[in-house]
């Protein structure tokens, strides 16, 4: 079975922040674009941050660039997601997913979704 799990997530004050982390297991990692979604209360799933299967390319939300990077460890099968400079608008439940490689393209994979989504982790910016 496919399985994704994140984790770190938590309460932040505004400025800090938080590394979240994605261990899988049942499909070959390194075959597979991987990305972070996030989905806030009253507001549709968005696709923040992916990286390809080779990890040379990422790409990035524009509320997040210059903010948050992903990260891949291929010999660990895991992924990661250092989110600094938070801000409360980052409040939302994160989710980690997976696309394989031939199945799509990085940004249509980011921007339209993913195959395989994991269960998230809470994300609470707030003072």
């Known amino acids: 079975d496919v399985q994704l799990q994140a984790s770190g997530g938590g309460l932040v004050q505004p400025g800090g922040s938080l590394r979240l982390s994605c261990a899988t297991s049942?499909?070959?990692?390194?075959?597979?674009?991987i990305g972070w979604f996030r989905q806030a209360p009253a507001k549709v799933r968005e696709g923040i941050a992916c990286?390809?299967?080779?990890?040379?390319?990422?790409f990035y939300a524009s509320s997040v660039k210059g903010r948050f990077t992903i990260s891949r460890d291929d010999a660990k099968n895991t992924m990661y997601l250092q989110m600094n400079s938070l801000r409360p608008e980052d409040t939302a439940v994160y989710y980690c997913?997976?696309?394989?490689?031939?199945?799509?393209?990085?940004?249509?994979?980011?921007?339209?979704?993913?195959?395989?989504y994991g269960k998230g982790t809470q994300v609470t910016v707030s003072s």
């Open positions: 997913a997976a696309l394989h490689s031939e199945a799509g393209d990085m940004y249509t994979g980011c921007v339209y979704g993913m195959q395989y």
């Open positions: 049942g499909f070959t990692f390194d075959g597979y674009t």
């Open positions: 990286i390809s299967s080779s990890g040379d390319s990422t």
